[in-house]
Nanobody
Framework: VQLQASGGGLVQAGGSLRLSCAASGRSFSTSGMGWFRQPPGKEREFVAHISWSGSITNYADSVKGRFTISRDNAKNTVFLQMNSLKPEDTAVYYC?????????????????WGQGTLVTVSS
């Protein structure tokens, strides 16, 4: 499985961005997917995950109500819609494929990772 994240960029506080993660490989549609981020100088942290069918989603408290994760299995793509962005959302964002069908908040439960896309939110 290969994952290619895109959509990052520079945006002002209060703005929006939509990240995409295109996957290759047959296991995408039966696997949970997640988004994580790594702020400058900090450890990688959980942002959101979605189950294989898209019926179950989960968010970090810091992004709940502002970010929305979704997926299109026909296009092997997972999305992260980010609204009301804050400077503290500045980070490299990574998509990842879960070992299981639901996704999880734990980094160790993901076996494939994209290369990351940088999101910078200016104040």
């Amino acid at each position: 499985v290969q994952l290619q994240a895109s959509g990052g960029g520079l945006v002002q506080a209060g703005g929006s961005l939509r990240l995409s993660c295109a996957a290759s490989g047959r296991s995408f549609s039966t696997s949970g997917m997640g988004w994580f981020r790594q702020p400058p100088g900090k450890e990688r942290e959980f942002v959101a995950h979605i189950s294989w069918s898209g019926s179950i989603t989960n968010y970090a408290d810091s992004v709940k109500g502002r970010f929305t994760i979704s997926r299109d299995n026909a296009k092997n793509t997972v999305f992260l819609q980010m609204n009301s962005l804050k400077p503290e959302d500045t980070a490299v964002y990574y998509c990842a494929k879960a070992r299981g069908r639901s996704g999880t908040i734990y980094i160790r439960e993901y076996d494939y990772w994209g290369q990351g896309t940088l999101v910078t939110v200016s104040s």
